[in-house]
């Protein structure tokens, strides 16, 4: 792969932008279909172009002037905004309480710094192939929650193009969700809370939601490899002190391994020899109900709570599940642990099991969300298909088919996509002259590692096309127009 140099991004972005970039796709994606007249007209677009220069409230007629707009300023990066009430380019011309953001997709940034404090290979910017399996994980638990439990179809996973992922979640109705409802959403998905000087951030109680537990499904199919052979958690008192004794750093927990001094063996990675043996558990699952529509916002805000999610408030205390995601069903007794694994302590007194050992998993590989990038209607978010400045990076959907093999230092960059460009030219040389330049565009991305990428977008924007046509039949059969 050619090595990036930042230095010349100046001379590739043209490039990129007038053979690569896929405009077509893109404008499909955010017409959506002209669901509402002027749709695409009232988004907000953002452009950072050289020497960190910020423009935002930039808005265009049609995709096809947004196209040569991108080729004209080459932005270092695109952001992508709200859909506003009125034009985002004539926002000065309006009275100020009249511009407000109307709708968006309901977004996720998660960002691999907010694990610094349970990584040991790396930390802020930098990334590796250990730590990665953290936004895996991440993309695993979140988008199994957004179909199964919430009942939304459309979501697309792109990778930032350094350090972490974004979700867009596209449904027509969770696209009007009000700023409270998005704060709900983001409350559910929440299991780790607390700040720098918080040492244990995961509490659980009885009963357990069956949220926690298909996480913490999840979690145990990576936690051997990821926390006890990639990260060494145990290859040291020190690292054992500093990461894995919030399990039990409180007193609150009831079983007597909890306040026992945990000793190291003689090999680390042997996680069946540890006193807390996390991997050895046969961890129950509970009955998963059929995922349904998209909740309207009143039925998912009384589902939710609008300020504390199913899982309890930071005292740890968990609720039971009441109806969400359009009919969940409540937790099923907890079955008994499978025979070779330790079984689980209660407190004499108060009857509750302890839970250390998912505490430790879920505090080590639980995705950490940025709420206010949730939350905020006109909260602006990286585009698909923007350029790391940094990195050179592509920001490419993610294959949720082929997740355990996506790495992030094999995504094409802009370097290697201009050098893939120059080496097809001596076959185009010889290609028929008359060929037009759009089809000359449509068949340049197809000579690069973007073909897959783009191919996945397409998909995507397919699949949301088909369903939109799919509702308009049945509510014209709803209404007898034949």
Known sequence: ?????????????????????????????????????????????????????????????????????????NPYKIDIGAVYSHRPNQHNTVHMGAFQPQEKELVFDIDMTDYDDVRTCCSSADICSKCWTLMTIAVRIIDRALVEDLGMKHRLWVYSGRRGVHCWVCDDAVRKWSPALRAAAVEYLTLVKGGAETVKKVNLSEPIHPFIRRSVDVVEKYFETYALVGQDILGSPENWDKRSRPACSTGRCPCPRSRMSFKVPSSPRNATALPLSVTALTLPTAPRGPAGRVPQEAELGAALGAAEGPHG???????????????????????????????????????????????????????????????????????????HPKTGRISVPLDLQKLDQFDPFAVPTISSLCHELDAAGADEEQEDGAETEPKRRARDYKRTSLAPYVRLFEHFVEDMERARRGEKLRRSDLEGDF
Not at 34 to 50: A, H, I, M, P
Not at 326 to 336: F, K, S, T
Request: proline residues 10%; positive net charge.
């Open 313 to 387: 408030a930071d005292t740890g205390e968990c609720e039971p599940s009441k109806g969400q995601g359009g009919g969940a069903p409540a937790p099923a007794p907890r079955p008994p642990p499978h025979a070779c694994a330790p079984q689980r302590t209660t407190a004499a007194a108060k009857g509750t099991a302890c839970y250390a050992d998912w505490e430790v998993m879920l505090q080590f590989c639980f995705p950490r969300l940025d709420i206010n990038v949730s939350k905020g209607v006109g909260h602006l978010l990286k585009s698909p298909f923007s350029v």
């Open 1 to 73: 792969m050619a090595r990036f140099e930042p230095a010349a991004l100046p001379d590739l972005l043209p490039v990129f932008y007038r053979r690569l970039f896929p405009h077509g796709a893109y404008g499909r994606w955010l017409g959506y279909g002209g669901v509402v007249k002027n749709y695409f007209q009232l988004r907000e677009f953002s452009f950072t172009l050289r020497d960190d220069v910020y423009v935002r409230f930039q808005s265009f007629g049609s995709p096809q002037e947004l196209e040569r707009e991108l080729q004209k300023t």
